[in-house]
């Protein structure tokens, strides 16, 4: 019922208080709803020999989904040219071999676990490699031909009788912004170098047209197969090198190759830039941070955690403007992260620090929007041989060694920050269980219990508390504890998310 007449004064102000309490307590609710789920990868563990003891420990983690890595090169036959009568959108060809594939997806949903499919690597007769400048990595690949393995993969993993279980969740390619992993990078300039290659012209990307091309009919293969199918786009690498990088191949900007993958300008003003529209319905980023959760990148493209709301916003914006093929507005997921530790990595971050980011990392995601974090990687590789040592578990001669301590900040994070008199609390129970939770203080010898919550469905829980000291507080639920969080919050430190060998 409307009034009778204009409100002002005093009444004006008193609904106008009222309703921004009631639309306060409604972004709140809806934010604390949110969901938020984590996952694993490990290519080396899920896809060796003792790839069960790995699934057993990715469910331990309280993952819900593990990423596995399709090497479409190793599937699909070899050699420079396409065989004569293989057809590649058949995944019973007797070309085709699933067997390491097969035996992971198995094994991921026998251990109540959701498989992520990326599909990359494609094989020579599926590249145009008649200008290519060095042997390594895969160039200018044949988006059709992508889309044919696509077909098959996801027919493959329909969940159909008597078959492998199904896949609902599939990325296409991975880091497609590095020379790494798909080339060139850049549009060629000028005439040959002395050693036969060219320079290219960082004013001219073509890896991100390629990619389009290479995402859209990815995306209309897999949802041809099941319409509920999530296509999974991005995983962009966090950071873009020097300009003198070039000469390997380089790398575009996560943000540039964003904005020219959706076709959107630049801040501040987000608007359209043509009228391509892109088809997926998952947006991803590698969020690696060189310091602490709230650490932004260097330079002005790259994106590390800090940076997740204007990448955000980005997506937000291109989805309004209708740069996004989809019936629902796009989610937004962390594919790829993690610190190297020391030990063993005599340049990586502490083990304590390790864990306390790791708890940080969680909540600065989620409340970035991000509704799921992979964690990489399961087992530190071997040491100084391999680059990576950022496991959960680290690694001895006989393989699996003690877990470290980030692993229960990863399955039980927890975070308590002083904001003004009171504390602000957030966490997620183990694997999301609506097991009530205990906030807790230390004092003296004894953990005493300042105040009780509930999880939403997805274990997400949140509050305010009175602290009188600077003691730790933890999160207890399930029978489980956190890690204890200091009040006292260190200081940021850089520290090179790969450690040594970067």
């Not at 964003?258 to 987000?270: A, D, G, I, K, W």
Request: aromatic share 12%.
């Amino acid at each position: 019922m409307y009034p009778s007449r204009p409100l002002r004064g005093p009444r004006l102000i008193l609904l106008l208080a009222v309703a921004a309490a009631v639309l306060a307590e409604s972004a709140s609710t809806a934010a604390d709803l949110r969901p938020f789920e984590t996952a694993v990868a490990d290519p080396t563990a899920f896809a060796g020999s003792d790839a069960p003891s790995a699934f057993t420990r990715a469910r331990a983690t309280g993952a819900a989904v593990v990423r596995l890595f399709v090497t479409w090169s190793r599937v699909a036959p070899a050699g420079s040219a396409k065989p004569a009568g293989f057809v590649a959108t058949n995944p019973d060809d007797p070309a085709y071999d699933w067997s390491s594939v097969d035996r992971q997806v198995t094994l991921a949903v026998a251990h109540g676990l959701e498989p992520l499919l990326v599909l990359l690597s494609a094989p020579l007769w599926a590249q145009d490699r008649s200008d290519a400048q060095w042997n390594y990595a895969d160039w200018r690949v044949d988006a059709g031909e992508f889309a044919a393995f696509a077909a098959a993969a996801g027919t493959r993993y329909r969940g159909a009788d008597r078959g492998p279980p199904r896949v609902r969740y599939w990325q296409a390619w991975n880091e497609p912004n590095l020379a790494a992993y798909l080339n060139p990078q850049y549009a060629f300039t000028g005439p040959r170098r002395p050693d036969g290659t060219r320079f290219m012209d960082p004013r001219r990307p073509v890896a991100v047209l390629r990619y389009r091309e290479l995402l859209n009919a990815f995306a209309d293969a897999v949802h041809r197969v099941h319409a509920d199918n999530l296509v999974v786009a991005g995983g962009l690498a966090p950071f873009s090198g020097r300009p003198s990088d070039l000469k390997w191949g380089g790398s575009t900007a996560p943000f540039r190759f964003m904005r020219e993958l959706l076709c959107m300008s630049e801040r501040p003003r987000l608007r359209q830039t043509c009228s391509v529209r892109v088809k997926f319905d998952v947006w991803a980023h590698h969020a690696y941070t060189s310091g602490d959760a709230s650490h932004s990148a260097t330079q002005a493209d790259d994106a590390s955690l800090g940076d997740l709301p204007r990448m955000k916003a980005l997506l937000d914006a291109a989805w309004l403007h209708k740069r996004i093929a989809g019936h629902r507005r796009p989610r937004f997921w962390i594919t790829e992260f993690s610190w190297d530790t020391a030990p063993p990595d005599p340049q990586g971050v502490p083990l304590a620090l390790q864990a306390r980011w790791t708890s940080e990392a969680l909540y600065q995601s989620w409340r970035s929007g991000v509704s799921l974090l992979t964690w990489f990687l399961l087992r530190d590789q071997p040491f100084p041989a391999a680059p990576y040592q950022s496991g959960l578990w680290r690694r001895t001669n006989r393989g699996w060694g003690k877990p470290k301590p980030t692993l229960q900040a990863f399955r039980f994070p927890f975070v308590a920050y002083r904001r003004g008199a009171g504390v602000l609390t957030w966490g997620r129970t183990p694997a999301g269980q609506r097991a009530t939770v205990l906030l807790q203080q230390k004092q003296g010898e004894r953990w005493v219990t300042l105040r009780r919550l509930t999880p939403n469905k997805t274990g997400i829980f949140s509050g305010r508390v009175t602290a009188g000291s600077d003691a730790p507080l933890r999160a207890a639920a399930g029978g489980e504890t956190s890690i204890p969080f200091s009040l006292r919050v260190p200081p940021d430190r850089f520290f090179y998310p790969f450690g040594t060998r970067a």
